[in-house]
């Protein structure tokens, strides 16, 4: 069965760090580019980072540029986002997708989605 499993969102006030975890099981992990997006309440899905197969490329919307980073274990299949200096406006529920292009902005280019873990930041 193929899944994606993210965990790790939570309440934090701003300036406060999280790290998400995504898991994945039942395909070939490191075959694919992963990405992480964001949807805040009553908004689109957005694209906020991303990392080809192997690790050695990655992208960070401007909006995370510096705060957040991206990083995998293909041993562990597992994809992390590290999130630092935390503010209100990244507050919603972070998914991690995968797909076949490295560091896709579309939705329609991952092919596997997880559930989706909440983040939220105070002010």
């Known amino acids: 069965q193929v899944q994606l499993v993210e965990s790790g969102g939570g309440l934090v006030q701003a300036g406060d760090s999280l790290r998400l975890s995504c898991v994945a099981s039942?395909?070939?992990?490191?075959?694919?580019?992963m990405g992480w997006f964001r949807q805040g309440s009553g908004k689109e899905r957005k694209f906020i980072a991303g990392i080809n197969w192997n690790g050695g490329d990655t992208y960070d919307a401007d909006s995370v540029k510096g705060r957040f980073t991206i990083s995998r274990d293909n041993a562990k299949k597992t994809v992390y986002l590290q999130m630092n200096s935390l503010k209100p406006e990244d507050t919603g529920v972070y998914y991690c997708a995968a797909g076949w292009v490295a560091n896709s902005p579309r939705v329609n280019e991952y092919n596997y989605w997880g559930q989706g873990t909440q983040v939220t930041v105070s002010s």
């Open positions: 039942g395909w070939t992990f490191s075959r694919y580019s």
